[in-house]
């Protein structure tokens, strides 16, 4: 496969005003017509290029230039371009191809997916329905006419407004649209099929009645009630926090089942994976509603950060990727609890973007080259690239920030642009000057802060010294120093919050107890005055930076921040640092090795504080992951970590029994279920009792667990109670919960996910014989992604001491798994070896067998574009 490279960008040669497809869609194929009005660009250097359309996959059956059927001699067809050498300045460009969408496991372009034709056309997928040229900056506007088979498909539906209805001959019909927005092809949608639909009215800010519609199978009818409220709920949150007012009179979401990500922002008719948006207090988990209403977000939050103003390149993906999550976790946050959703922005981020940075894939938010654009659609042009968006929020300030927005959209309205588009538009409104912030975009890797401090007691001196360092990443060495937010606050030795005075004449009274530093220089030392004893520093408050802290934390500040830290976030993290140097600490110490007092005393006093908000405290009670632990540690040995883990869980677990006990029946809420976040905080820790009174094997715990199995009257309890006996050693009873789960929810799939995951991720349940075994049950479909991500995908990043087996039988598992996956869906498989290419960061006994495994993908014969450039990279 070729490398695309950022340097070598050029305008299009030509433009495409008009779109005019018609869609025939039969049992054994499709045909499209489509129709072009097609300009040279004024702005090209080349000013005689050749008509260079890009095709994957199609079958031509004729090409005309203004009506005219061209020759195969005029022009060239190659796999994956038609080429119309001798081109007049304006003309009409017809093409017809024919495509199998039955028959296209890649789920990319138009496809089937439970007998309902529907399209997935980002990055490049229109490339396989027609041949277009099929980049983000050419923009047109799309008439669609959609024909098919009334009785199997009576609903079609694609972008815009539905102008035309109407009977054809032999049981067939058809609906055309018209979309008056320009836009770029990788933003064209259509479904065809027997749905049902659910409607509801949403009234703009400036009085425009929106028609809103959910359609899915007839099965999930009753599914759509909270995907429904979400949109309402977000489309009044981006009026009223961005001035973002919806532009189409229809705003449709359809629910698919096989769907190669999360869902998809196609103008005015998002399509999702079924399990982004079905839910029912019976069938969906608390965490499942809490992501349904972010992704709900999100893709309407696209309608202007990405489709009103688009992508100019695929290099620039972070533009409308980065700026969205930014946009879906401020909402998320406003809905519910702040510091809750920063703590899992957070740990997302620290877990699994740092492990990416970290990897052989790093690449920075604005990459620089790539092979296949699907491999890029990562943690860390989603996640990372919202933090960069969240730090010019916090160094600019939220009015600031809400300037530079609106300048941005006013701005850029129907262009497609650049990260640095964005950044221009956010120093022109604030005066600021950004170009040293604008290396975040430029430069991979997670930057490094080493903080020291001093104190002088005579002079009430408190000094903080932060050094940055940026790792070499591939391709990346010698980073210069980037431009880092870093908030901070100073404690006083009865948790008091301390007046920061930088300058020794300052008064304490007017002086923030919170300060955002800037850093700018490869070290800074900041001076604070009127300090008699040292203060305990709480660093990086909110996660105001996406970097890594290192400072040398006793456990006595560790312990202190825990309970007095006025900033929630740097509460939950100092008991994070607690757990994780605790578990640390014992990873290949002696068996019987004690295990810090003042850990469990800690833990003691959060199960029984109720002044806490317990949203937080459930996050607070959650130990580090050992995705985490392997994170943070070199040369991880992973079943000793695993270990230590379980070892500091058991003994907690062994010594808070009473206390665990005692919370599961005060949270144990009499009465009616509710979606509020005290009902879900309180389900959230009694599962939490649970599943550690289980880890001991405590009877009194299996029997609540049995009990709550059997009663529940939701998916969260259900689900919580099922973990803990599939997490047990009681084995009768984790068979039973499981089989009776199986025979009550077999009929609805994205239940069936949850079952096969809470298996996969078992370390009692999930070893390599059961894995195997899921993978042969009649419920499991190699065409269906959620099913693959729910057994491969959970086993190997979410059962690590199974998936690290020392034998080395995961590697080569998940190698045999992806290697039959890349022949039907290159997309999923290149996205399912990520855990093998991270095999340069484990201690040698594993990482050897993990860099076999992949050298037996590297040889395998017809590697995908999308596998070849990650296994080449990994191991090169
Ligand atoms: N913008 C959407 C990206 C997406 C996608 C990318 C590659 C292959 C399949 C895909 N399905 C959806 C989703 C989003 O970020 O909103
Ligand atoms: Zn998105």
Redesign the pocket.
């Known amino acids: 496969p070729k490398t695309i490279r950022l340097s070598e960008y050029t305008v299009p040669a030509h433009l495409v005003d008009t779109v005019d497809l018609r869609f025939e869609l039969f049992d054994d194929g499709a045909r499209i017509h489509s129709t072009l009005s097609v300009r040279r660009n004024p702005e090209s250097a080349d000013a005689a290029a050749p008509v260079t359309l890009d095709g994957d996959s199609l079958k031509l059956e004729r090409v005309a230039l203004n009506g005219e059927d061209l020759a195969a001699e005029n022009y060239e067809e190659t796999g994956e371009q038609l080429v119309i050498a001798s081109v007049p300045d304006r003309f009409e460009l017809t093409v017809v191809t024919w495509i199998e969408p039955q028959n296209n496991t890649r789920l990319e372009g138009l496809y089937k997916s439970s007998g309902m034709f529907c399209t997935?056309c980002?990055?490049e997928g229109f490339r396989c329905i027609t041949y277009f040229p099929d980049r983000p900056d050419v923009m047109a506007r799309y008439r669609t006419r959609i024909e098919a088979d009334k009785a199997s498909c009576p609903v079609l539906l694609s972008n815009g407004n539905a102008v035309e209805r109407g009977d054809l001959e032999n049981g067939r019909h058809f609906v055309t649209w018209e979309d008056p927005f320009p836009k770029p092809s990788y933003l064209f949608g259509l479904v065809a099929g027997d749905l049902v639909e659910q409607r509801d009215t949403f009234t703009t800010g400036s009085g425009r009645d929106i028609d809103l519609r959910i359609y899915v199978e007839p099965r999930n009818a009753e599914k759509c009630d909270h995907a429904l409220a979400s949109l309402k709920r977000a489309m009044r949150w981006d009026e009223e926090n961005y001035g973002r007012e919806y532009d189409l009179d229809i705003f449709m979401i359809v629910a698919v089942d096989d769907f190669?990500?999360?869902?998809?922002?196609n103008k005015g008719l998002n399509i999702f994976n079924s399990s982004c948006v079905l839910a029912s207090q019976d069938t969906a988990t608390d965490l499942a509603f809490e992501r349904i209403e972010s992704i709900v977000a999100?893709?309407y939050f696209?309608n202007w950060s990405g489709n009103r103003v688009t992508c100019r390149d695929w290099f620039q993906l972070s533009l409308k990727?980065g700026f969205t999550v930014f946009r879906d976790s401020t909402f998320s946050a406003d809905m519910g609890s702040p510091t809750v959703k920063r703590i899992e922005d957070a740990t997302l981020l620290r877990t699994a973007q740092f492990a990416e940075d970290a990897g052989p894939m790093a690449h920075p938010v604005r990459p620089a080259a790539y092979m296949e654009i699907?491999n890029f659609?990562t943690l860390t042009i989603y996640e990372k690239g919202a933090e960069v968006v969240r730090m010019i929020h916090t160094l600019l300030g939220p009015e600031l920030f809400r300037k530079g927005s609106d300048l941005y959209f006013e701005r850029h309205d129907g262009q497609a642009v650049t990260t640095d588009d964005f950044v221009k538009a956010m120093e022109d409104a604030s005066g600021r000057d950004l170009s040293q912030f604008r290396l975040w975009y430029e430069q991979a890797g997670t930057p490094e802060l080493m903080v020291s401090d001093s104190h002088d007691p005579e002079q009430g001196i408190y000094r903080l010294t932060i050094e940055q360092r940026i790792p070499d990443t591939p391709g990346q060495t010698d980073k210069k120093p980037q431009h880092i937010p870093f908030a901070l606050g100073l404690l006083g030795p009865d948790g008091e919050a301390l007046p920061l005075m930088q300058d020794g004449s300052a008064d304490a009274e007017g002086a923030p107890v919170e300060q955002v530093l800037e850093l700018t220089e490869a070290r800074h030392t900041f001076e604070f005055h009127g300090l008699p004893s040292k203060p305990v520093p709480s660093l990086l408050r909110h996660f105001s930076a996406p970097v890594r802290v290192i400072y040398p934390w006793s456990r006595d500040q560790l312990v202190f921040l825990m309970s007095h830290d006025p900033d929630g976030f740097n509460r939950w993290d100092a008991g994070q640092r607690l757990a994780v140097d605790v578990i640390q600490s014992l990873v290949g110490a002696a068996e019987g090795a004690e295990i810090e007092p003042r850990l469990v005393e800690a833990y003691r006093a959060l199960l029984g504080d109720s002044t806490l908000d317990q949203a937080l405290v459930a996050k607070m009670l959650q130990l580090p992951s050992e995705a985490y632990l392997i994170e943070l540690a070199d040369s991880p040995d992973v079943a000793a970590i695993h270990h230590a883990r379980e070892q500091v869980l058991q003994h907690l677990a062994t010594s808070l029994r009473e206390e665990l006990i005692a919370c599961y029946h005060r949270n144990s809420e009499a009465g009616k279920y509710e979606l509020t976040p005290e009902s879900i905080a309180r389900r959230s820790l009694r599962n939490t009792a649970l599943s550690w009174l289980l880890v001991i094997n405590d009877e009194t715990g299996r029997d609540l667990a049995v009990q709550q199995f059997r009663d529940a009257d939701n998916m969260t309890d259900r689900m919580g109670a099922l973990r803990a006996l599939v997490n047990s050693d009681y084995a009768a009873e984790r068979s039973a919960a499981l089989e009776e789960f199986y025979k009550h929810f077999q009929d609805d799939p994205q239940v069936v996910e949850q079952w096969f995951s809470v298996q996969a991720s078992s370390d009692r349940a999930g070893q390599l014989p059961q894995i195997n075994a899921l993978l042969e049950h009649s419920a499991f479909d190699w065409k269906n992604p959620n099913k693959i991500r729910s057994v491969v995908g959970v086993f190997a990043g979410q059962n690590l001491a199974a998936f690290h087996n020392p034998d080395g039988s995961g590697y080569a598992f998940l190698a045999d798994q992806v290697c039959r996956l890349d022949d039907s869906n290159p997309?999923i498989a290149a996205r399912l070896v990520t855990p093998l290419t991270r095999w340069k960061k484990f201690a040698p006994a594993y990482g050897s067998l993990m860099r076999e495994s992949l050298e037996r993908i590297r040889d395998k014969s017809g590697l995908s574009a999308d596998l070849y450039e990650v296994v080449h990279k990994s191991l090169g």
């Open positions: 997935q980002e990055a190669n990500m999360g869902a998809m922002e999100h893709e696209h990727e699907s659609y997309q």
